[in-house]
């Protein structure tokens, strides 16, 4: 069964700051891996999605990578700012038998950024 | 262009009562997938159907059942309501099944008094 873990759990840092938010996951069969923004009682907002075969994506101040081989990602935030506040949760597509196309996530890292 | 719509937002239910929480997927997209979220933990999956079939399901009761209709909306139902189905519950969409991004809706809030 797919596990997947975020560390760390809270994150409390200063404005302009760059951070690095890990995850990682036990099955490295993955057609892919996303990673989403969560406000409180909000929705998921798709942040970066890296297809099995890539092994980074970025979107302005963001930056994800992918090493599948060893089950890790990382999500960096360059330049941080309070309005980066928010829950930041990582997701993995499987690719095995009949758990296709289900999402596997983590519990998040809860990101606070002061001013 | 519309994002995934989900209705009703917010709902309160009795234990034991019925309820049937809708999705409306991007257009053009034709899987739709359920996921529910208890407060601190990650969105865990319930279903997903694809081109109108169930292509998917989680480790939920029988309790538990969805559709996806013609035009690729979805109904998730829940019956006999236990205290504990009280999430949020979030529907997502994607082009095909697999190996596209997913957009999640903003979610139904159910709480179960």
């Known amino acids: 069964k797919q596990e997947v873990t975020q560390i760390p759990a809270a994150l409390s840092v200063p404005e302009g700051e760059n951070l690095v938010l890990n995850c990682s996951f036990t099955?490295?069969?993955?057609?892919?891996l996303q990673w989403f923004r969560q406000d409180p009682g909000k929705g998921l907002t798709s942040l970066l999605l890296?297809?099995?075969?890539?092994r980074e994506q970025t979107s302005g101040r963001l930056n994800a990578s992918l090493d599948k081989s060893s089950g890790r990602s990382t999500l960096y935030i360059a330049a941080s700012q309070p309005g980066d506040s928010a829950t930041y949760l990582c997701a993995v597509r499987v690719d095995r038998g009949s758990t296709l196309g289900r999402l596997y996530f983590g519990r998040g890292t809860q990101l606070t950024v002061w001013p | 262009d519309a994002g995934v719509t989900q209705s009703p937002t917010h709902l309160i239910k009795t234990r034991g009562q019925h309820v049937t929480l809708r999705c409306s997927p991007i257009s053009g997209h034709k899987s739709v997938s359920w996921y529910q979220q208890v407060l601190g933990q990650g969105p865990q999956f319930i279903f997903q159907y694809y081109e109108k079939e169930e292509r998917g399901r989680g480790n939920f009761p029988d309790r538990f059942s969805a559709r996806q209709f013609p035009n690729y909306s979805s109904e998730l139902n829940v019956n006999a309501l236990l205290l504990g189905d009280s999430a949020l519950y979030l529907c997502?969409?994607?082009?095909?099944?697999?190996?596209?991004?997913?957009?999640f809706g903003q979610g139904t809030r159910l709480t179960v008094v």
């Open positions: 890296i297809q099995s075969s890539q």
């Open positions: 099955d490295s069969a993955i057609y892919n």
């Open positions: 997502a969409s994607s082009l095909k099944g697999m190996n596209t991004e997913a957009f």
